[in-house]
């Protein structure tokens, strides 16, 4: 990826997430930690998923893939994170700023339209039990996780020749911990007005574009749901969509008050950031096992099959 001749700085300074030496390593072991767990957890669910033949289901494959993009996520931002925790200069090249920009649109991105494909899973299952085994076939959960990694990948390109287009004549302290793009708007020399607009009607289309099928799904799931005569029925539902709302409200949340409020510097748009970016990818796996009956089933039975595995 090629940059204007005329770009003089060639790398910016990170602020982090504090300048105080004495809570750095403190931060250091805490993000280690929640990495560690962000790991874990994720490979554990992509794991299982695959090793247990009764989460061959379409609901499951479209969570494996949740947590493959989790992993990739958290470790677009998270290593680079600890080490500036660990170092005295926290800087990075333009280039490789811009790479950061590209990749957390990348997997943000998709991970938000596969939300809403998730969304639409579950209002296919349960307002079109009978059919669902049609609706859902395999060949289209196959193309709709291709179209949502077709059409973040746009988004990323796009989104990335923003930043590409911009010079970087005096400013090149980044007050983050992270290069994102609505960070580095106040740095340029450029005319940014254009910049800002695409990268607002970016995230309305992407991520409004997302959050209303979204809605609209759990809107006739809920009236679907509460139309049921049986009460376990109603639970069942409820207690399935509880887990992905749950995610849903996390991701979109942060991330869009992160894209569409106007960078302040302040201590919500670090808050907002981790939340969607660190936060979000180790909660999600714990979030659809610990309400999930069929996942917990599952880690008992591969329990069983280990320890049986271990008695031989």
């Known amino acids: 990826m090629a940059l204007r001749n ?68 958290s470790s677009v931002t998270v290593p680079k994170l600890l080490k500036d925790l660990l170092s005295e200069k926290k800087t990075i090249s333009v280039e490789g700023c811009l790479a950061q920009v590209f990749f957390v649109f990348l997997t943000a991105g998709n991970e938000a339209c596969l939300l809403s494909v998730m969304a639409y899973d579950r209002y296919a299952a349960i307002c079109h039990p009978l059919l669902y085994g049609q609706v859902m076939s395999n060949q289209l959960c196959v193309r709709l996780v291709w179209g949502s990694w077709s059409l ?24 983050h911990y992270t290069c994102e793009l609505p960070s580095l708007f106040p740095l340029s020399c450029s005319d940014v007005s254009m910049n800002v607009s695409i990268l607002s009607f970016s995230t309305v289309l992407l991520g409004l574009g997302n959050f209303l099928p979204i809605f609209f799904s759990y809107a006739r799931i809920i009236h679907n749901t509460l139309s049921m005569s049986s009460t376990t029925g109603r639970s069942k539902a409820f207690s399935t969509c509880s887990s992905h709302l749950m995610a849903v409200i996390l991701f979109f949340g942060s991330g869009l008050i992160r894209y569409l409020m106007p960078p302040s510097g302040s201590s919500l748009d670090l808050l907002s950031s981790l939340q969607y970016s660190v936060i979000t990818p180790m909660l999600n796996p714990l979030i659809y096992s610990l309400k999930n009956t069929e996942v917990k089933a599952a880690v008992r039975r591969s329990l069983e099959k280990y320890l049986q595995y271990l008695r031989w």
């Open 6 to 73: 005329h770009t003089t700085n060639s790398e910016f300074v990170l602020t982090g997430l504090s300048d105080d030496r004495h809570v750095q390593p403190l931060l250091f072991v805490l993000f280690l930690g929640i990495y560690l767990l962000t790991l874990m957890g994720n490979l554990t669910l992509l794991l299982l998923i695959r090793a247990d033949s009764r989460l061959h289901t379409p609901m499951y494959f479209f969570l494996s893939n949740l947590s493959f993009l989790d992993l990739c996520f």
């Open 152 to 175: 973040a990948s746009l988004n990323a390109l796009v989104i990335v020749l923003l930043g590409v287009d911009l010079d970087f004549c005096d400013g090149h302290i980044i007050h």
